[in-house]
Structures are given as structure tokens and as C-alpha cells.
């Protein structure tokens, strides 16, 4: 009789893009959140948990960003009785579920509808350096709103919820542009966003196609704008440029007059906002449009001025043009202004923590009717690791108390400890593994990275009196000191057992 074959035993790894969280990771997330949506209650926004999980019909077929968007997402097929059922997928933002909710919900939801929303999000990408496919978002928004109000609002409470965190003023900026503007500077070249062909001529159905290409080509190019500077963007949207490896790039093939108003509208920052709005106004020339646009701007300056929210803190900028095919409005990012060292030690700016704008067109896919909103995503990971950069946190945590086990008939002695240090506010558990090595108990409680050992034998039951032994100072006398700092420094304290949480915090707060 043949041999059975062993099935092979799974391999215990993580899925390519994926990353598992620990102890001190995910504490700081957590107290993050805490922190931002401490922030985002006291603006007024009301909490919402949707599901993880929706259909793709409610998702949408596209991705901010994404050049291949149904590729994106997570996605299977519901297998129903009777046949196939629908398609599901995993939320790749925390925007479009906002859709469906209001949309599902609007007749019991109050307009505007203010809410803010956090957890992961799975977007089916190749992964990099950094770039995984499940990661934390953290968003806020306004439904119903088309007051520019409410975009201003965003701004100021983006600048806040930076600052609670521990991104002091002078290490972000929150830069604001509008779309508006954009789209008036591509009707003044002749590329209105707008515009609409027929199709029954197959000569008018080339041009039309010509036209949307041209138009998403120059796109493109404006997205290139902070890596290659003015004049790389001016060769990109003319002939072409030689890359830095050599290669040459096609360009969009304008004429210097179809290219100076889009050079002009990037390099349209002044010194003030004032200084900007009115180099902007001319950018957008005769633009029914792009004059909206450059007005939504000047009330934005206007009300984030009379908030008390200056140019250190948000600033407009014409050459933030995130999203361009999604937003609809004003848009704005925040950016770490700091420096820190690449993989190869070169200095770089951090970069975007933030972004987000008005998108008056996703509720309406529900709806039929247009609905205005306006919101901001929060990248929790990209926000920690600037944290960490800045040695703001990331520095060893401290794990619980250990109390040890000295004679295991004695457990409830030692339970009972353990619940006064818990009682008192003090993170505390007992030793669970085989007391009988008492070396292996104290290397467990170093391990733990514990700041404390509690120890209680026979001798010291008899007499009413524990051992309290300081672990940090141990280890730092360990590593440094002489026997004579031994001796003046002790780390290891008799106490009576009435006093062991006196004495346990105590010690604890002069780590504090």
C-alpha cells in the first residue's frame, strides 16, 4: 500500500504587500486616532463605522490616482443560489463608502452631514519601500455644504489636528489650490474640461478623442511640475525633454501660446496671498470658470485670516494639483517640511502626510442629483513615521509590571498583588511560564522591556515585606556604572507589602 503524502506545511509569512503590527506600533496608532479625533469631535464631526466590505457598483469602477483603476481593489463574486451574485470588494478609501451611507441614509441624516471615519483600507497595487497594501486612513468630511465655508473649515482643522499630534508650526505647511482655477487656465489654451462632442460624424468622434487625450496629456505633465521644475514642464508640454537617464520624452506638442498660461498659472505664488490671488486672475484671463475658481481662493485667504490661521500654517498655492480627475473645487495637501535622509543618506523633504478637496460629483451617482461634499484623508502610517523621523516617538516602551513566582501553592498571594496594582491604575501581570528557573522570570521581565519586578519568597511572606527590584536602573548600572554607584544607587527595595503600590509608583513616575 502506497505511502500517504504529508500535506506540506504552510509557509508562516505575511502576503507580499502586507506587514504585521506589534505592541509599541500599534499603541501609537491607537493614541494617535485618539488624539485625531479629539480634534475632529471638537470641530463638530459625528464618528461613522461602515463596513469594510462593499459592492463594486457602490465602490465605483475607478481609483483617485490610478491609471488602471479596476485593477485596484480587492474584489470577488458573491456565489448566491441559483447563480452569481455580486461583486464585492474590500473599501480601497474611506470616501466612497461616505457616498453610499449618505446616500442610503440621507433622509435621517442631518444636512450638512459632518463625519469623520477611521480604519484600514486595501487597495490591490505592486508594493514598494514604505508602500503596503493595507494601510489606516483618517478622514473627515462635509456633505451638503457648497460654501467654501466648509472647505476653509478642512484647512484650519487639518492645520490643528497636525499640531495635537506633534508636528509643531514651521514643520508642515497646508497648501491650497482649486481645480476651478486649473480648468480656466485649460479653456484659455483651448482644452475646456467641459466640453462636449457628438458622435455621429467619425470625424467630429477623432477630434473629440484627440481632444481628451491632449487635454489628459497636459494633465499629466502640470502632476510633474514639483519634480521637474519650470522647465521641464515647458519642454513636456512642447516637444519633449531628455529624462536623467538619457531617454527622451514626448511632449504634449502645445505652442508656446497654449504653454505660457499653464507656466503662468504654476509660477503664479507670490510673496502674499494677495500677490497670489492676483497673479492667478490673470492666469485664467476671460475664464468664466477659472475667475470662480480664483474667488473661492481669495474667500478661503479671506476666512482662514479672520480664523487666525496665517501663511506659516496654510498658504494658497497654485502648484498643488492632486487628484485632478477627482476633485471638483478647491483641493489642498499638507506637507513636512522638514529634512530627513533617504535610503542612500542623501537630505530630502518628508513630504505629504494629507490631502483632500471638494468632490461634488460621487454622491450623485447615487442620487442623480449633484450633492456638494468636501473632505480630507489623513495617512496615519506616513504621519507615525514622521514622528519617528522627528524622534517624537518610537522610543522604547514600557511593559507591564512583572510579579513573580517564587512558590507556584502561592498563586493567589500573587494574584492578589497583581489586582492591587491594577486596582491602583498600573499595568501589572503575573509570571504564567514555569517558575521553577527564577533567571529565566527576570530575563521574561526584561524581554517585556518591565520597568519593575516584584518578588515575594517565603521569607519575605513571613516577615510581611516584598522585594521591589528597579529594572531600568539595574540595566543602566549594568552597562556603566561601578561597584561604588552600586552602592550609593541601590536598585532593589524592601518595602512592607502594604506598600507596594506606593513604592512600585513611585519608581514608575521617575520615568515618567
Not at 450638512?112 to 505592486?126: L, S, T
Not at 479672520?306 to 478647491?330: C, F, K, M, Q
Not at 542612500?344 to 442623480?368: C, E, N, P
Not at 489586582?419 to 527564577?438: M, Q, S, T
Amino acid at each position: 500500500m502506497a505511502k500517504e503524502k504529508k500535506a506540506p506545511r504552510p509557509k508562516a509569512q505575511t502576503p507580499k504587500g502586507f506587514r504585521d503590527y506589534f505592541g509599541a506600533e500599534v499603541t501609537e496608532r491607537t493614541e494617535m486616532l485618539g488624539k485625531i479625533a479629539g480634534v475632529y469631535h471638537r470641530y463638530g464631526f459625528d464618528a461613522l463605522e461602515s463596513a469594510a466590505v462593499e459592492t463594486v457598483e457602490a465602490l465605483g469602477k475607478f481609483l483617485p490616482d490610478v491609471d488602471r483603476p479596476n485593477e485596484g481593489v480587492f474584489a470577488w463574486q458573491e456565489d448566491d443560489e441559483g447563480g452569481k451574485g455580486d461583486w464585492l470588494a474590500l473599501r480601497y478609501d474611506l470616501t466612497a463608502p461616505l457616498a453610499r451611507v449618505y446616500a442610503q441614509h440621507r433622509n435621517d441624516l442631518s444636512l450638512p452631514y459632518r463625519r469623520y471615519a477611521m480604519g484600514p483600507v486595501w487597495r490591490n497595487e505592486k508594493p514598494g519601500p514604505g508602500r503596503f497594501r493595507q494601510f489606516y486612513q483618517c478622514d473627515a468630511d462635509t456633505v451638503g455644504s457648497g460654501s467654501v465655508a466648509a472647505d476653509a473649515e478642512i484647512c484650519a482643522m487639518l492645520a490643528d489636528t497636525l499640531e495635537v499630534v506633534g508636528i509643531p508650526r514651521g514643520d508642515y505647511i497646508v497648501r491650497v489650490n482649486n481645480r476651478k482655477v486649473l480648468n480656466g487656465v485649460l479653456e484659455s489654451i483651448g482644452l475646456d474640461p467641459n466640453a462636449e462632442f457628438g458622435t455621429g460624424d467619425r470625424r467630429e468622434t477623432i477630434d473629440a478623442s484627440l481632444f481628451a487625450a491632449t487635454r489628459d496629456a497636459v494633465l499629466r505633465t502640470i502632476d510633474k511640475f514639483d519634480k521637474v521644475g519650470e522647465a521641464g514642464v515647458r519642454e513636456l508640454l512642447g516637444k519633449g525633454r531628455l529624462d536623467a537617464s538619457g531617454a527622451y520624452i514626448d511632449g504634449v506638442g502645445l505652442s508656446d501660446a497654449q504653454a505660457e498660461p499653464v507656466i503662468a498659472f504654476l509660477t503664479s505664488k507670490g510673496e502674499t496671498a494677495a500677490e497670489t490671488i492676483g497673479n492667478l486672475k490673470a492666469a485664467v484671463g476671460d475664464s468664466a470658470i477659472g475667475t470662480e475658481g480664483v474667488a473661492e481662493l481669495e474667500q478661503i485667504a479671506d476666512l482662514l485670516a479672520a480664523g487666525g490661521y496665517g501663511p506659516d500654517r496654510i498658504v494658497i498655492d497654485p502648484s498643488v494639483v492632486r487628484g485632478l480627475g477627482y476633485y471638483t473645487g478647491p483641493v489642498f495637501e499638507a506637507e513636512l517640511t522638514f529634512e530627513i535622509l533617504d535610503e542612500k543618506g542623501r537630505k530630502r523633504q518628508f513630504g505629504s502626510v494629507a490631502g483632500g478637496g471638494r468632490y461634488d460629483d460621487l454622491v450623485k451617482r447615487f442620487t442623480g442629483q449633484p450633492v456638494p461634499a468636501t473632505g480630507v484623508s489623513i495617512g496615519v502610517d506616513r504621519l507615525l513615521a514622521a514622528l519617528r523621523e522627528k524622534g517624537r516617538i518610537g522610543s522604547q516602551s514600557m511593559g507591564p509590571v512583572v510579579v513573580t513566582v517564587m512558590d507556584r501553592d502561592r498563586m493567589g498571594d500573587y494574584q492578589a498583588m497583581v489586582a492591587d496594582l491594577r486596582n491602583a491604575g498600573i499595568r501589572a501581570e503575573v509570571y504564567l511560564g514555569n517558575p521553577k528557573n527564577f533567571g529565566n522570570q527576570l530575563k521574561y521581565a526584561d524581554k517585556r522591556q518591565s520597568p519593575v519586578a516584584v518578588i515575594e519568597g517565603g521569607d519575605e511572606k513571613a516577615n510581611g515585606v516584598v522585594q521591589i527590584k528597579d529594572l531600568i536602573l539595574g540595566a543602566k548600572i549594568a552597562e556603566s556604572a561601578s561597584l561604588e554607584e552600586w552602592q550609593d544607587r541601590p536598585n532593589q527595595f524592601e518595602v512592607p507589602r502594604d506598600q507596594l503600590v506606593t513604592k512600585v509608583r513611585e519608581i514608575l513616575e521617575s520615568y515618567s
